[in-house]
């Protein structure tokens, strides 16, 4: 069982900078696949970044690209996401989740393992 902590949301202009971690506990971190999702309130949860097992390639939807930097630290058990240029549609809960698949999915339904979120609000 693997447990994942979200922290470093908050409430920002547009156009600044936030840094999301997510710590994980309970299992062997470099055994899994992670990503960040987002999902607004009364929308479906969006694919926002992923990382392989030993944090080779990154890849974004194409929403976040060239803005936000998807990171891991194995010997931390953490995750980052480095969040550059917010604009007021980034404003969404994020929450990070794991998956012992290879090479990770954009599909939230293939993860298995989800923290509780961080909320990010990015205000004009």
């Not at 600044?16 to 506990?25: E, G, P, T």
């Not at 694919?47 to 392989?52: D, R, T």
């Not at 890849?59 to 976040?64: E, G, H, T």
């Not at 939230?108 to 609000?121: I, K």
Request: with cysteine.
């Amino acid at each position: 069982q693997v447990h994942l902590v979200e922290s470093g949301g908050g409430l920002v202009q547009a156009g600044d900078s936030l840094r999301l971690s997510c710590a994980a506990s309970g299992g062997t971190f470099s055994n899994y696949a992670m990503a960040w999702f987002r999902q607004d309130p009364g929308k479906e949860r969006e694919f926002v970044a992923a990382i392989s097992r030993i944090g080779w390639s990154p890849f974004y939807a194409d929403s976040v690209k060239g803005r936000f930097t998807m990171s891991r630290d194995n010997a931390k058990n953490t995750v980052y996401l480095r969040m550059n240029s917010l604009k007021l549609e980034d404003t969404a809960v994020y929450y990070c989740a794991a998956t012992p698949i290879i090479t990770p999915p954009r599909n939230s339904n293939n993860y298995n393992y989800w923290g509780q979120g961080t909320q990010v609000t990015v205000s004009s």
